[in-house]
């Protein structure tokens, strides 16, 4: 897969694929509705996801694309993809759990404190320097998204759904894997093309749940889409439209503009997602939140212009 090239299409398929992850929090109230559980539905996305991530790989393939050659990867990229893999069986674990128990849009606002903790992260590292337009960006991007989760009252109100203390800090959990995620994307595994490490992640994800639903006997809430088939289509979407094609755009986003630009543009993911709760789940919205929507896209057009040099870019940049 490729992408226009430089920060524009780094930033477009950021874009997309935060429009398109903010789909799994009414989705996988879908699939809780038809009986499955967060793990069982995070093993059905992460494997659907990874069937049709091995179809686009193989498409490029058969067009001449290389082939990785994985036996040549180094302990520290094998160690960073594991890394990779951990980081993202916790996450699915703690997000869609939070999405169960309390409203989409709070459990967004503990996720989405972690462009914060890239942006520390990437400092740290000494990826990326917290110049004054960064700061400027992320502070616009984190008021706007805590308006636009918090702001009127309509969080949680069509559905029964508001804050609870447990859920948040899973919310909060997950915030951390990703930033990790969001990190290991830009400098952990260089060497392998995206489609790839996407692939190993996705892959490697699926095979956590599977482990984790035979050890905790829940194989037969995963297999309830086999009798209740009205369930596979939400799960579909979740795999493909939700897992594969985003996740493969988010580190083809990451490795063209930088972990922190593409943290701070990815924050469109909860006004998506508050939306569609809205619309969907009666968790409705105000015109307050939606004040907080316009802050949030505010800032990510603020960062696109702010004038900074781009990030460089890693060989495997826009290709997969």
């Known amino acids: ?10 930033t477009l398929a950021v874009a997309v694929a ?72 916790v996450l699915n674990l703690a997000i869609f759990s ?42 616009l991007a984190l008021v706007g998204m805590s308006v636009v989760v918090l702001g009127g009252s309509g969080a949680g109100t069509g559905s029964g759904r508001g804050f609870e203390l447990a859920g948040f800090g899973l919310a909060l959990l997950a915030a951390a894997m990703q930033a990790v ?19 190993v992640v996705l892959g490697g994800t699926a095979a956590g749940f599977l ?41 083809l986003g990451i490795r063209a503009i930088g972990p922190t630009r593409a943290a701070i543009i990815a924050l469109i993911e909860p006004v998506a997602g508050t939306v569609l709760a809205a619309i969907l789940l009666a968790e409705l919205l105000g015109p307050v939140q939606v004040a907080g929507g316009v802050l949030v896209l505010a800032a990510a057009a603020l960062l696109q212009r702010s004038g900074e040099a781009a990030e460089p870019h890693e060989a495997t940049s826009g290709t997969a």
């Not at 897969?1 to 780094?10: E, S």
């Not at 990437?122 to 700061?135: C, F, N, P, S």
């Not at 939400?234 to 939700?242: K, S, T």
């Open 211 to 251: 482990l984790l639903t035979l050890a905790t006997g829940s194989l037969e809430v995963a297999l309830i889409p086999f009798r209740t088939p009205a369930a596979l289509p939400v799960l579909l979407w979740a795999g493909l439209a939700g897992a594969s094609i985003p996740t493969l755009l988010f580190l």
């Open 18 to 89: 935060a429009c398109l992850f903010g789909t799994l929090g009414p989705a996988s109230r879908g699939a809780y509705d038809a009986g499955l559980t967060p793990l069982t539905f995070a093993l059905w996305r992460a494997s659907l996801g990874m069937l049709g991530l091995l179809a686009i790989i193989g498409a490029l393939t058969v067009r001449g694309r290389d082939r990785l050659h994985w036996k040549a990867l180094d302990r520290r990229t094998i160690a960073a993809l594991g890394a990779a893999v951990s980081a993202g069986i």
């Open 98 to 139: 939070a999405f169960g128990q309390m409203s989409i849009a709070l459990a967004l606002l503990g996720f989405y404190t972690y462009p914060a903790l890239v942006a520390i992260g990437a400092v740290a590292m000494g990826e990326e320097r917290l110049t004054r337009g960064r700061v400027i960006a992320l502070a």
């Open 181 to 199: 995620y969001v990190l290991l994307g830009r400098r952990g595994f260089p060497a392998v093309p995206t489609g790839e490490a996407t692939l």
């Open 1 to 10: 897969m490729t992408i226009p090239p430089g920060r524009l299409g780094g």
